[in-house]
């Protein structure tokens, strides 16, 4: 028996030579695939004999029976590994399938589940926009409701200023577009901006035109977002190509909503110098209140001192220089939270100025770069931008125009004055020993006080300033209410005048059905008298002289050190305030140049003796009388407060180089200086609103609370003297006669002067006791004749006196106002003989004949009886008498009665008050020879040719309305301003 074949390794069965036989296997799998024969001839060898035929040893046939059965085995195994294997990928077949659907299934609805929420994000983000851009911030251009006013001044949350402004739509890439439900170019893409952040617009590409369109999409969401006042445009547009034009209907409001556009950047310089001085301002404010921003402030305060600005610089770097770079920067930096924001438009084909880096100022800015087809915007990183397109001219102009009749109507802050009052417990309070201080608004939170002191520190006098309908007469009646309402008249005395055509002052004095006044108020000129300006000053020059004296014999420098040696004397401050000066000192007449010389001794050394003065003006440019004057006097005012006026007036009044007052937005808005108008100590305020019935009301508790003391002297320019004031007048002009003394005074009218001492005209039984009123005005010259008449009935017992009308102006049946004349006599019981139209020359001719009587039987000195009563005769326009120098049948005409008059009638009670229309008729009537015989003239709106007829050629004399001149020649008078009465309406007074 041959031995077991062994591997090439040696290896046994089971050995290392079964990887051997392990290899023959394999070869054997893939055998099977062969055909039987070409299997039969490779196993020859093991077919059944070796190749000589012989047969196998029993040993081998074993081993080759043995082979031939795992061969068989293998072939199974490989048999029903292939039938596994089809198994297993018909298995995965059948896996990858249901994976695949799976799979697809699991992607529907992941895509469904993102659609989903990013519908639900889109609707937050959607709510969200509009809770902090509200309509106008973030509207379609076509929604209706742009066409209605009511979004104008809307607010964001919590009644924040709304910081957010839609600049266009937005996409994110690849987010809700799976399912086509979601529509993401309908997301607003907002900026912040006001109160916020800056923005730059930079156009690339050949589309470079887009960012004026965004600009004016944001300047109207801007203003139409903010109440209507609050925010102003400042364009620089230095190639002049009218950027905010569609905006000009702002203009129209008077506020600067929409200042001039600045072209050069000198005035951009200038400008920007001062909206950081807003900035400061603001910063300063915000600071005191622990605030960071302008909106911050002003919910704080309840007052938004300043308003929001938007700085539109166009084609920015062009016409930028290093200075404006520079103010730019700073701006940028710290402008916006402090309501200075920019709106920059960068074209980057521009070459800069040397000294100018645009990346330098556009690090500060929130910038939108591209197309107008998309943009970036690099506060909304990963999304993409399609800027609005820009709104119609159309809904601009609109807007504009909604906006500043919003801002006509008034938008300022208004702060109530009663809460500046001290409490009704407190009133007439203070002293006034050291000085006076007038609470007059606010500045935030804080109370504005407007001092006035003679020392320490030296606050005498105020200058203020403003333009017509910005509140000046407001801050007026505000700041003598304030010192009224907390000093007692022996306190303060004040002498107000107003030249203004509106009578402001006017409420401060009694009315028909209103008694009650302020009690404080001395005198009140009013309607622009320039005479009784002048009158006040001289009565102020006066007692400053007068107190000057009296302080010095005390061994006091001042009012404080005078009261404090005589604390029980009564001396007050004296204040005088005068709206609208100008109009006393403009013209180069003599009242100027005496007023000017006035008020520079009272503003230089008025302080010591108390007299503050304050002079208020609409403009203080151009007074020529002024011009070397104006530092002796203006230098004596510490006190500088402007409302908004234009930039000149501002330095006028503020001082030079202190145009602050022109960067004002409201009505009642205040620049306050108290350091001669030094820029560095602005400071701004609202004036608080002095609502007529507080003030009246005040005035009436003032008025109980001082004893319904007596009236000031009101003085009106364009007014008679009121009528109901005769029976007072009578009664001091019968109290300053002297005793015993009979004579009777005919009463002309009040003195333009401070002291309301009538001006009358004595009749006695002396030559020249003729009145002739000379003037062609009629009503005050029928004022005048029912003054006479009723003064003299009143000094009469009844029926005592006897009256002559001789009415030649109202025809044969009588003029009314005669009538009114005789209803005045007969009052008091006198008799009363009334001739009229072509009676006039007959009734002369009797009154000679009583006086040639009276005369005969002794004059004056004989018994009087009823038959001898005084007899008063009037005038009543004889120019219109008809043919009084014709002769009668006796040979003597009524000329000659009328002389008979004037050169006999006062020696027997026989008086005569005329009136001429002229002096050339009046001579005619009289003659040269008997005009020198009337010793009283009352000139009424006569020429001046005529008055320096009579009282010389040096006389200046203009004709005026209610206005008339007086002189006494018979008792060597000077000529006297008189403002005749109004004619009585009959009876006693």
């Not at 929409?258 to 900035?279: C, F, G, N, S, Y």
């Not at 500046?420 to 002293?431: H, K, M, Q, V, Y």
């Not at 003032?702 to 009578?730: C, H, I, K, Q």
Request: charged share 25%; net charge negative; hydrophobic share 40%.
């Amino acid at each position: 028996m041959m031995p077991p074949r062994t591997n090439e390794s040696g290896g046994g069965p089971g050995g290392p030579g079964t990887r051997r036989a392990g290899g023959r296997w394999s070869r054997a799998r893939r055998e099977n695939d062969r055909p039987p024969q070409d299997r039969l001839r490779d196993d020859s060898p093991l077919s059944g004999g070796d190749s000589e035929g012989d047969p196998l040893p029993d040993e081998e046939r074993q081993i080759r029976t043995t082979f031939l059965r795992l061969r068989g085995t293998v072939d199974a195994i490989l048999a029903a590994s292939d039938a596994g294997r089809s198994a297993a990928t018909g298995a995965y077949d059948i896996a990858e399938r249901d994976a695949a659907r799976r799979t697809h299934r699991a992607i529907e609805r992941a895509g469904a589940e993102a659609d989903a929420a990013y519908e639900h994000a889109r609707d937050i983000l959607g709510n969200r926009a509009q809770r902090i851009a509200p309509f106008a911030a973030s509207a379609d251009w076509d929604d209706p409701g742009w066409r209605s006013a009511d979004f104008l001044g809307g607010r964001g949350e919590g009644d924040e200023p709304v910081r957010h402004l839609r600049l266009g739509t937005l996409s994110v890439p690849g987010a809700g577009q799976r399912t086509g439900h979601a529509k993401p170019d309908h997301l607003p893409a907002l900026i912040p901006l006001l109160d916020v952040a800056s923005l730059g617009l930079i156009a690339e590409g050949d589309d470079r035109e887009w960012p004026i369109g965004t600009i004016h999409a944001l300047l109207l969401r801007a203003l139409a977002t903010q109440p209507p006042g609050r925010l102003e445009i400042v364009t620089y547009d230095p190639r002049i190509r009218g950027v905010t034009s569609p905006f000009s209907a702002l203009r129209k409001a008077g506020n600067d909503l929409l200042a001039d556009p600045l072209a050069t950047p000198a005035e951009l310089t200038k400008r920007l110098i001062q909206l950081r001085a807003a900035v400061m301002r603001v910063a300063e404010l915000a600071g005191a209140h622990g605030e960071t921003s302008l909106g911050g402030l002003t919910r704080t305060t309840g007052v938004q001192p300043e308003p929001y600005r938007l700085l539109v610089v166009c084609d920015y770097p062009y016409g930028i220089d290093g200075d404006a770079q520079t103010e730019l920067i700073r701006l940028a930096e710290g402008g916006p939270r402090r309501g200075v924001s920019l709106l920059v438009h960068h074209d980057p084909r521009v070459p800069p100025d040397a000294n100018v880096d645009p990346g330098d100022l556009l690090k500060h800015l929130n910038t939108a770069r591209g197309r107008n087809s998309a943009v970036t915007v690099n506060a909304l990183p990963a999304v993409t931008v399609r800027p609005d397109d820009a709104p119609s001219r159309q809904l601009i102009e609109s807007v504009s125009a909604r906006v500043a009749e919003g801002a006509r109507r008034g938008a300022a802050p208004v702060v109530d004055f009663s809460a500046l009052l001290p409490p009704a417990g407190e009133l007439w309070s203070e002293s006034a020993i050291r000085g006076m201080t007038a609470k007059i608004g606010r500045s935030g939170l804080d109370v504005v006080e407007l001092e006035l002191r003679g020392s320490d520190p030296s606050l005498p006098n105020v200058l203020i300033g403003g333009a017509s309908g910005q509140g000046k007469s407001n801050l007026l009646l505000v700041l003598l209410h304030s010192i009224a309402a907390s000093y007692s008249p022996d306190e303060v005395a004040m002498f107000l005048l107003d030249f203004k055509d509106g009578l402001e002052f006017d409420r401060l004095g009694p009315r028909p059905g209103r008694p009650w006044h302020l009690p404080h108020a001395r005198v009140l000129g009013l309607e622009g008298d320039r005479a009784f300006g002048l009158a006040v000053l001289r009565y102020l020059d006066g007692e400053f002289r007068r107190r000057a004296e009296q302080f010095r014999l005390a061994g006091a420098n001042d009012l404080a050190g005078y009261r404090t040696l005589r604390p029980n004397e009564t001396v007050p401050r004296l204040l005088l305030v005068i709206d609208e000066f100008q109009v006393l000192v403009a013209e180069d007449d003599d009242i100027a140049r005496a007023s000017i010389v006035i008020l520079e001794t009272l503003a230089r050394r008025g302080r010591a003796v108390g007299v503050h003065l304050v002079l208020a003006s609409q403009t203080l440019s151009g007074i020529e009388t002024l011009v070397t004057k104006e530092r002796s006097i203006f230098g004596q005012f510490p006190w500088r407060v402007s409302l908004k006026t234009e930039a000149s007036e501002s330095e006028a009044v503020l001082g030079r180089q202190n145009t602050e007052a022109a960067q004002l937005r409201f009505r009642g808005e205040i620049v306050l200086n108290r350091e001669y108008g030094d820029p560095a100590h602005n400071r701004r305020g609202v004036v608080a609103y002095a609502d007529e019935h507080l003030l009246d009301e005040l005035r009436r508790e003032l008025y109980e609370r001082a004893g319904r003391p007596m009236a000031p002297r009101v003085f009106y320019a364009a007014r008679p003297s009121d009528p109901n004031l005769l029976t007072a007048a009578l009664q001091r002009v019968l109290i300053d006669a002297p005793p015993g003394d009979d004579t009777k005074f005919a009463l002309l009218g009040l003195p333009v002067d401070v002291d309301p001492a009538p001006v009358a005209f004595g009749l006695t039984a002396d030559p020249g006791r003729t009145l002739a009123i000379v003037g062609d005005g009629r009503d005050d010259a029928f004022g005048t004749l029912g003054a006479v008449v009723w003064s003299l009935a009143a000094q009469h017992v009844r029926g005592g006196a006897e009256f002559v009308l001789l009415d030649a102006v109202g025809g044969d049946a009588g003029s009314p106002e005669t009538a009114l004349l005789a209803e005045a006599a007969g009052a008091y019981d006198h008799k009363v003989h009334h001739h009229t139209g072509s009676a006039v020359g007959r009734g002369l001719s009797e009154l000679a004949e009583i006086v040639d009587e009276r005369i005969a039987t002794g004059g004056k000195h004989a018994d009087l009886t009823a038959e001898r009563r005084p007899v008063y005769v009037l005038g009543i326009g004889l120019h219109r008498a008809a043919r009084l120098d014709h002769y009668d049948d006796t040979g003597t005409a009524p000329t000659d009665a009328l002389r008979t008059l004037v050169r006999e009638g006062p020696l027997v009670d026989v008086h005569l008050i005329g009136w001429w229309n002229s002096l050339r008729v009046f001579s005619e009537h009289l003659g040269y020879e008997f005009t020198s015989l009337v010793g009283g003239y009352v000139f009424l709106r006569a020429p001046e040719a005529d008055v320096q007829g009579v009282l010389g050629p040096y006389l200046r004399y203009e004709p005026q309305a209610h206005r008339g001149l007086f002189c006494d020649l018979s008792h060597g008078g000077r000529p006297v301003p008189v403002v005749p009465f109004g004619l009585p309406n009959g009876g006693g007074q």
